[in-house]
């Protein structure tokens, strides 16, 4: 599987934001509970989500998928990923999400990215007067 780490349209951001994510394996949950993440980065495709302790135990198995749940901007964002890669970082884990192909929501993530990028200019610009 060809990684788009480089890809031109991700979004690092200053402050990580909240997501809230379940636990697939071969497409059903593996149980009702959600659990709190962190989005480190995004793209429309993918992006890097902090999990806690509890995913450790699915990691190897390569049906492996997250549901995530996150708001960029204003709007609620679900999205379902496989996981490709993680690595160990303080108590829980950093993993790499390649996004399933959903065209109503990489529309929504670019919107939702330009519009927060566009009144964080505007707070930076208020800033500075």
């Not at 997501?19 to 009702?32: F, L, Q």
């Amino acid at each position: 599987m060809n990684f788009k780490r480089k890809e031109g349209f991700r979004f690092v951001f200053n402050e990580p934001i909240e997501a809230t994510y379940g636990i697939y394996i071969n497409d059903k949950p593996v149980n009702i509970e959600k659990y709190n993440g962190k989005i480190l980065d995004i793209s429309p495709r993918g992006m890097k989500l902090f999990c806690g302790p509890e995913i450790e135990k699915y990691l190897n198995d390569p049906s492996l998928q997250v549901e995530i749940q996150f708001v960029l901007d204003v709007t609620t964002i679900r999205a379902i990923g496989d996981i490709v890669w993680s690595k160990p970082l303080g108590d829980g884990f950093q993993c790499g999400v390649v996004l399933a192909v959903q065209e109503d929501v990489d529309e929504l993530i670019i919107s939702e990215m330009k519009r927060r990028r566009k009144k964080e200019v505007l707070q930076s610009k208020h800033r500075k007067y």
